[in-house]
């Protein structure tokens, strides 16, 4: 069945669900959405299985041409959107018809937006997901982002009850306080590193991307150094190398680190991490894992559709 044509792709377009879960023992990590809250939420507001494949958008967003009638819906980093050349809001359900023309242009705050729509995109399912991972070339349209051309098809089945509606209005920003617990290898930073940690600020680096994000500016010193046994990794794992310059790892990262792993973001702010982009200040603030459950389940039964992912 007809979908749209990419008239313009912008900077990283892919098509993303929640990810593959459960292949991590031999090597491949869970992808998916580096927003899974923006992911699942634009699903949600369309009456949608909160794993149905979106469009992930990359600081700058496509043009797209519908081919059919669709409602669709914008979630996430704060990109002006039009349909028609009219500005239309996030969050909120939007009747389109064949013909008509979304564009995503770039955003100030936030780094990806999701675009969500009425019927389910194809695309190639690997190990149960869609996702697109880029350095493996798999999942999505042949394990690529969507370039300039591209027709996208959707299959011809209705899985949701169209709703109408607006979803709760995000905060985004350009500068951010993240959550974290203590890491598996937290006792091997000083203990200046470990008093001052939540009083440094950092800086997202330009290199950047779904695999990891790095930063700029004050070091940690790491007490003991020498080798350490590879460890489990996974999205929200805070690792620190010889530099001293922590590297948030991202949906993409490798499933095995052998850097320590000094933090770990919370879940309930996991989702804050796809929003990083360069030049933004970023902060640190340490709390127990009980406080951790805490947030989660209150965040959950604010967003009881959380309660899958």
Known sequence: MQG???????????????????????????????????????????????NSPVLECTLSGPKLKLLIDQQIVVTGARMQVKVNSKIVDHDTVIDTEAGSTIEIQSSKCGCRCYIAFTKDMEATN?????????PGKFGGINGRALKKGDTISFNGLDKNSIK???????????????????????????????????????????????????????????????????????????????????ILLGPDAQTLGGYPRILQVVKADRHLIGQ??????????????????????????SFPFLSKI
């Open 164 to 246: 109408s509606g607006q979803g709760a209005s995000q905060q985004f920003d350009n500068s951010w306080l993240i959550k974290v617990t203590e890491g598996p290898e937290f006792n091997r930073l000083s203990s200046n590193a470990k008093d001052s940690i939540e009083n440094l600020e950092y800086i997202i680096s330009n290199d950047s991307n779904r695999m990891g994000i790095r930063v700029e500016g004050p070091s940690l010193e790491i007490n003991e150094s020498g080798n350490m046994i590879s460890g489990p990794v996974f999205t929200g794992t805070i690792q620190c190398p010889e530099t001293g310059l922590p």
């Open 276 to 301: 990083l982009r360069p030049g933004d200040q970023l902060k640190f603030q340490r709390i127990s894992l009980e406080e951790a459950e805490k947030l989660w389940l209150d965040m959950a039964l």
């Open 4 to 50: 749209f044509e990419v008239i313009s792709s912008g900077l990283m377009t892919t098509i993303q669900d929640l990810g593959r879960t459960g292949w991590t023992q031999i090597g491949v990590p869970v992808s998916g959405a580096a927003d899974q809250f923006s992911a699942a939420l634009a699903n949600f507001l369309l009456g949608k299985d909160i």
């Open 126 to 134: 690997f190990l149960g997901s869609v996702s697109t991972y880029e």
